[in-house]
């Protein structure tokens, strides 16, 4: 058995990652799942926060995703993002302002709202806050 399989990240506006890799970890929306060579076949859905890609040797890589799709195929591992990035890259100010104004049109009352999108705004901050707060309590600064 292979030690490695190949890994992509791709969003709709780019490939934000692509190469090999000894292991990824992955926020499912039944929960995290860990994919190794010889996984088996699998489609999957995403749910916005983090993804860990561990390379050959341990070196690991943080991104983010904003939801999306994992497919595991024999020999390479694909992730379909509706937006990605690396999570180092990741502004925790305006992923903080975006939650208050999510946060802030549920309680104006006086305005009409669209639950649906002010509820995938405000999961989508939260997501991206929780991937700095583990990359920050990861490298022992948190």
């Given at each position: ?49 983090p993804i ?15 939801g999306g ?74």
């Amino acid at each position: 058995m292979a030690n490695s399989f190949k890994c992509e990240i791709v969003s709709a506006e780019e490939g934000v990652f692509s190469g090999q890799v000894e292991q990824l970890v992955a926020s499912g929306i039944m929960g995290d799942l860990g994919i190794l060579p010889g996984h088996a076949p699998l489609l999957t859905e995403l749910q916005p926060g983090p993804i860990r890609v561990i390379h050959d040797g341990g070196q690991e890589e943080n991104y983010y995703v904003s939801g999306g799709f994992l497919e595991v195929q024999p020999d390479v591992v694909t992730i379909l993002a509706d937006s990605a990035a690396r999570a180092k890259d990741l502004d925790e100010a305006a992923a903080d302002e975006a939650r208050k104004h999510a946060l802030k049109a549920f309680n104006d009352k006086s305005a009409e709202l669209d639950y649906t999108r002010a509820a995938a705004e405000l999961a989508e901050a939260v997501a991206q806050l929780r991937t700095i707060q583990q990359l920050r309590k990861k490298a022992g600064k948190g």
